[in-house]
């Protein structure tokens, strides 16, 4: 890495140093601001993501493992 580099490396991180108070006091005036409306719309659009949201089971899961007991007290 060049000094020059180095240089730019060492501003970009004293630019992100100045601006993360700023970003985060704006961080909690958006969320403060948030209605119980568009947070309940914004969670879902989260869940509603591929992969993110948990699968409901139609049993507790409870005989399978009791099975999986069963299965590692037999060895």
């Given amino acids: ?3 020059s580099e180095r240089e730019a490396t060492r501003r970009r ?3 992100w140093q100045e601006a993360q108070p700023l970003l985060e006091e704006q961080r909690w005036r958006e969320l403060m601001a948030l209605t ?3 947070a309940l719309r914004l969670t879902q659009s989260l869940f ?3 992969g993110i949201a948990p699968r409901f089971r139609d049993t507790s899961g ?3 493992q ?3 007991f ?6």
Avoid at 70 to 75: E, P, T, V
């Fill in 48 to 50: 509603s993501r591929q």
């Fill in 66 to 68: 009791q099975a999986l």
């Fill in 36 to 38: 119980d409306q568009q």
């Fill in 13 to 15: 991180l004293q630019i």
């Fill in 70 to 75: 069963q299965k590692s007290r037999d060895r």
């Fill in 1 to 3: 890495m060049t000094e």
């Fill in 62 to 64: 409870l005989v399978e």
